[in-house]
């Protein structure tokens, strides 16, 4: 569904991203981690062709730079940090426009269109407030109705930077669930966070990136086995107990000296 090959990414003349390459396929939900500065953004805007690269992006084995913007819609959405709702209108005309890539210039929404727009809402919990107007949600309503938007656009691939920021352990907790359970309907998610232990609980696969490089590529439990968390943000880590479904946690012990 999307192969990264030698992607390298340089902004204002220096290299943000270096030689990556990898794999995914259908209902994989991957995270990808780092530290600050370590090229998430970066990466994650060129998979879907925000900014120039080197190498090849390929999803289902066609070229993401040869398509035409909805062409490339299609196959992938992208959800960017800090991400927002501009004006106030309803969320239902909110995810009304994010069928534009299936639709003619002025062209009416279709019995097609709203059946999608449904098992959105249903899907990210969010068809009780529809009617609303934008500028009425909560944070965490506004970033269900964002991924709301991203499943609507019925791509096959969902691109999520941060999208747990700002929001509380409940709420953080409730978008990670939803996640999972777009990846389970089908769709290839690669999600950037800082929320290690939601990596950890909710993904089946880590991407670790250090200095733009990626330096690990495997399951949750395999990151434990190594000193990836440590190299990575230089610090200790200690795991203790088991989350929901026997996964560990982490807790960063620093290097504090006594």
Do not use: C
Request: hydrophobic residues 40%; proline residues 3%.
């Amino acid at each position: 569904m999307l192969e990264i090959k030698n992607l390298s990414v340089s902004v204002g003349g220096k290299e943000i991203v270096h030689d990556v390459s990898f794999s995914a396929g259908k209902s994989e939900n991957i995270s990808l981690i780092g530290a600050n500065g370590a090229g998430k953004t970066t990466l994650l805007r060129a998979l879907s062709s925000l900014l120039k690269h080197s190498g090849s992006v390929l999803a289902n084995g066609a070229d993401v730079t040869s398509m035409s913007e909805k062409e490339r819609a299609k196959l992938i959405s992208f959800v960017p940090q800090g991400a927002d709702i501009t004006g106030d209108f309803e969320v239902m005309h909110f995810l009304e426009l994010s069928r534009y890539p299936y639709r003619k210039p002025w062209e009416k929404i279709s019995a097609e269109d709203r059946n999608v727009i449904e098992k959105a809402l249903e899907l990210t919990g969010t068809k009780n407030f529809a009617d609303r107007k934008t500028g009425t949600l909560s944070g965490g309503e506004r970033q269900r109705v964002l991924i709301a938007g991203a499943i609507a656009q019925e791509s096959d691939i969902l691109l999520l930077d941060e999208p747990l920021t700002y929001l509380d352990p409940v709420q953080r907790i409730g978008i990670s669930e939803i996640i999972r359970r777009i990846a389970a309907s089908g769709r290839l998610v690669i999600t950037v966070t800082h929320e290690i232990n939601e990596a950890l609980v909710f993904s089946e696969r880590i991407l670790a990136l250090s200095a733009g490089r990626l330096v690990f590529d495997g399951t949750p439990d395999e990151l434990l086995e190594t000193n990836t968390l440590e190299t990575l943000f230089n610090s200790g880590f200690a795991a203790f107990g088991s989350a929901a479904g026997g996964r560990k946690l982490v807790f960063p012990t620093g290097n504090f000296q006594r």
